[in-house]
């Protein structure tokens, strides 16, 4: 099924590792075939990774974005993920990170990124958080 992308002018996003960025007017965009493609306000920079809940978010970002090398960002994000639960106590957000493992151990990076915007919310009221975007993209990093 193909993936249809709506580009406002100048918008970036991540296509397979390349960083592409749009002209200066809406653009469409299909893709074919399966890609690993992500958005400029759903990309992380490292720095932004400033959070438990972020710590676990960038792993689980560079595991998709970087198919085929996952080994050190699959360790990082077993410690992190762990490190989460541990402290944790809602059933409801512990729920979540068995699912977010369940998807990373498939290979489902990108539903995985999905719930991982969950725990960053959930984090960013228990925090305080006035604006908790999810994540902190590339623009402000």
């Given at each position: 099924m193909p993936l249809k992308l709506s580009l406002k002018p100048g918008e970036k996003f991540v296509l397979n590792g390349a960083v592409v960025e749009n002209g200066?007017?809406?653009?469409t965009l299909v893709l074919q075939n399966?890609?690993?493609v992500l958005r400029e306000k759903d990309i992380m920079q490292e720095s932004a990774a400033d959070t438990p809940a972020r710590r676990i978010y960038?792993?689980?970002m560079m595991m998709y974005l970087d198919q085929g090398r996952e080994g050190p960002f699959y360790?990082?994000?077993v410690m992190r993920m762990t490190d989460f639960m541990?402290?944790?106590?809602?059933p409801e957000i512990l729920a979540d990170c068995v699912a977010i493992s369940?998807?990373?151990m498939a290979g489902e990076f990108y539903k995985a990124l999905n719930k991982c915007r969950k725990l960053i919310e959930?984090?960013?009221e228990r925090l305080g958080d006035v604006d908790p975007n999810v994540?902190?993209?590339v623009a402000a990093g």
């Open positions: 200066d007017r809406r653009a399966k890609a690993a960038f792993p689980v360790d990082d994000f541990g402290a944790v106590r809602n369940r998807d990373v959930y984090e960013g994540p902190k993209s």
